[in-house]
């Protein structure tokens, strides 16, 4: 079930993406806007957030491009959108297993934009 809408910012574009029903998810609204500098790691994005939480049943490590991750170890958001250095073929594999908040609405090849060090800013929408 849908909980909530996000929007997240950088330089040269943005995304909107609808989260799920779950304790991470309400904890990141909770401390929305953040502020944030962006790191890539393949074809993913991840960027840290105020936001401490413990893995949920749900958590996986492989999930589908767009998928909106909250990787446990490192309090940040993890976005996928194609492979990473540790993808087996074509698959989005994250570093270790996170817990999954949503998905990104449309295309999340928009975050190819994204480069490292730009500032990233996630506010509700």
């Known amino acids: 079930m849908s909980y909530a809408r996000i929007k997240m910012s950088w330089p040269k574009g943005a995304v909107e993406a ?3 029903d779950t304790p991470t998810a309400r904890a990141l609204v ?3 806007p953040v502020k944030a500098k962006a790191q890539t790691w393949g074809e993913e ?3 840290e ?3 401490k ?3 949920e049943s749900g958590a996986k490590q492989v999930v589908s491009p767009g998928t909106v991750c909250l990787w446990v170890e490192g309090s940040s958001l993890a976005l996928p959108w194609g ?3 540790v993808s087996e073929g074509d698959e989005s594999r994250l570093v270790t297993r996170c817990n999954i908040l949503g998905r990104i609405d ?3 090849r928009q975050l190819v934009s994204v480069r490292n060090g730009d500032a ?3 506010t509700l929408e």
């Open 18 to 20: 609808t989260l799920e």
């Open 30 to 32: 909770a401390a929305l």
């Open 45 to 47: 994005v991840y960027f």
């Open 49 to 51: 957030v105020p936001v």
């Open 53 to 55: 939480a413990t893995l």
């Open 83 to 85: 492979r990473t250095p």
């Open 106 to 108: 449309g295309d999340p």
């Open 120 to 122: 990233i800013t996630v």
